[in-house]
């Protein structure tokens, strides 16, 4: 199958969608499709093959972030690579953020799918103000894929339909692989882990707060912060309590050690989350999760069962949580053992095969369809005198 990928953000700027979209074009390399990547690049030259560059990118705010999409007028350009590619499916992310994907709606011959990414407690105020604009592309789709129920019910205030729910992935492997713990823990003491940026919406606040509760009841614990990002506001404040190790830039290959070297790991974060990406990697390095039960979280973990869920921006709640598992190992093992067979359902190899059926299913309605409207042209020929 001859498959093409369209983001809208700028390739040169490491995020989500992209992720996304890199781990399904591997996987779809893999088993000998043909994919071709689309999205803007503000680095041109740093791209190389690993995308076909469709503009430059400019930021604009978007509901409270920044997103780097094009502006570029690439009409002509599009009409050109698709008459050449005569691709199979095109799959768009973020389908109704500009410009990008409507050139390719506009004139794909194919069955077009949309996944929908973004999620946000408020609503979207972009789709609010563009709605009557952007409903003729919606109209367009002939799939669309939410990555999250928190993702459907962004998406489905402006534009009701129905929406496939297949989520982002998580590196499974590399998370579920035996690792030895970090030695500069393992000193005896019981090790809470946070990962995340020092993002309000994190509620890192929240989580040490509830620490401070924590290190009363059960002195011989330990705080390890780790994030991409300045802790050092948290630093300052966390001194005179003592035992919260911050560690900002952790390598990607390093990560799962911290989740080896963890007792408990928590996530207290307050809202505007999709999927929980850090939940689901600590489930799957055989960590139980204490997390907000918000949306986004409560669509990944089911409470009492494979994490624990409790009231958001709680410090009172997420500290009696914790402290409960550290004193009952056997409800740890229990959590840890059926949370990482929950994670094991969101490895990239299971989303990417779900997505891929997803799209052999499309281009076989679209053939259907087509055959029937053939015959009936075909027996409306025949009928005439």
């Known amino acids: ?25 591997a996987y779809f390399r893999q088993w000998g499709h043909e994919v071709t990547i689309f999205a803007p690049a503000s680095e041109p030259d740093d791209v190389g093959d690993a995308c076909v560059v469709m503009g430059k990118p ?8 920044v997103a780097r999409i094009t502006f570029s007028w690439s009409s002509p350009t599009v009409k050109r690579v698709l008459a050449e590619g005569k691709f199979d499916v095109i799959h768009l992310h973020e389908p109704l953020m500009p410009l990008l994907p409507y050139h390719f709606m506009r004139y794909a011959t194919c069955p077009t799918i949309g996944t929908f990414h973004a999620a946000k407690d408020g609503g979207n105020r972009f789709y609010g103000y563009t709605t009557p604009l952007t409903r003729r592309w919606f109209r367009k789709l002939h799939g669309k894929i939410a990555v999250s129920p928190a993702a459907v019910n962004l998406v489905n205030r402006y534009f009701p339909g129905y929406y496939n729910i297949i989520p982002n992935g998580i590196d499974y492997p590399h998370f579920a692989k035996e690792r030895e713990p970090l030695p500069e823990f393992m000193d ?16 890192l ?19 390890i912060v780790v994030g991409a990002g300045d802790f050092s506001r948290y630093e300052r404040l966390m001194a005179p309590i003592g035992d919260v190790v911050f560690r900002s830039y952790v390598p990607y290959e390093e990560l799962p050690r911290y989740h080896r070297s963890a007792q408990v790991f928590c996530a207290p974060n307050t809202g505007n989350e999709s999927q929980g990406y850090v939940l689901l990697e600590a489930m799957a390095a055989g960590v139980p999760v204490v997390a907000s039960n918000i949306e986004g979280f409560a669509g990944v973990i089911t409470d009492e069962l494979d994490g624990v869920l409790v009231k958001p921006k709680d410090s009172d709640a997420i500290a009696a949580a914790i402290v409960r598992l550290l004193r009952n190992p056997a409800l740890r093992s229990d959590l840890s053992a059926r949370g990482q067979a929950q994670a094991a359902h969101y490895s990239w190899d299971n989303v990417a095969r779900r997505v891929f059926s997803y ?22 020929e025949l009928a005439k005198p």
């Open 58 to 65: 400019w930021s604009m705010r978007v509901s409270g972030s």
């Open 1 to 25: 199958m001859k498959i093409a990928l369209v983001s809208p953000y700028d390739w040169c700027v490491d995020g989500g969608v992209k992720s996304h979209i890199a781990h399904l074009a």
């Open 359 to 380: 799209y052999e299913r499309l281009v076989y309605e679209q053939r259907e369809v087509a055959e029937v409207s053939a015959r009936r042209r075909a027996t409306a």
């Open 188 to 203: 005896g003491r019981q090790n809470i882990l946070f990962v995340g940026r020092p993002e309000k919406r994190k509620g």
């Open 205 to 223: 606040k929240y989580l040490l707060r509830a620490y401070i509760r924590i290190k009363e009841q059960e002195p011989n614990t330990r705080l």
